[in-house]
């Protein structure tokens, strides 16, 4: 409900939905950034024997606040009504995670964590193209169903 109010009142927000406001989007990503710089320390007082890890640490924190930024994107694009898209962009998504981790499953853990972030960068470069040309009425008018 709360999106489809959202795609009525868009031109008064420059077709931002509420949660994608530059300040939320530059905490969404700053936060993991800092604490993947304290990772050794995180990594080491949770457990010694996992201390070496902290890439992995690292890597799975900058996906996390990756997908915290694209969450509300892909929300514009169910609110547009484009479902089957964003089915075929999950598909995407699905199809690099794994050819990344059939590539980098030799690496371990980091190497599957790796596979989800370049996952997830493939998908938010499709995702994000696709909203902003949605929210430029690039591809049909949206729908107010």
Do not use: K
């Not at 489809?4 to 530059?22: A, D, E, K, Q």
Request: charge should be positive; include cysteine; hydrophobic fraction near 50%.
């Amino acid at each position: 409900m709360e999106v489809r109010r959202w795609v009525r009142s868009r031109r008064r927000t420059n077709g931002l939905p509420p949660c994608c406001s530059f300040r939320r989007c530059w905490a969404n990503l700053c936060c993991p950034c800092y604490r993947s710089g304290l990772a050794r320390r995180i990594i080491g007082e949770a457990c010694e024997g996992f201390s070496s890890d902290w890439l992995t640490f690292c890597i799975v924190l900058l996906t996390a606040g990756l997908l915290a930024v694209q969450m509300p994107v892909g929300q514009i694009i169910i609110a547009s009504g484009r479902i089957w898209l964003g089915l075929f962009m999950n598909i995407g998504w699905a199809l690099v995670y794994l050819f990344g981790t059939w590539l980098w499953v030799g690496h371990g853990a980091a190497g599957v964590a790796a596979a989800r972030l370049a996952a997830y960068v493939a998908h938010a470069l499709w995702t994000f193209w696709f909203a902003l040309s949605i929210l430029r009425g690039e591809s049909g008018s949206v729908r107010h169903d």
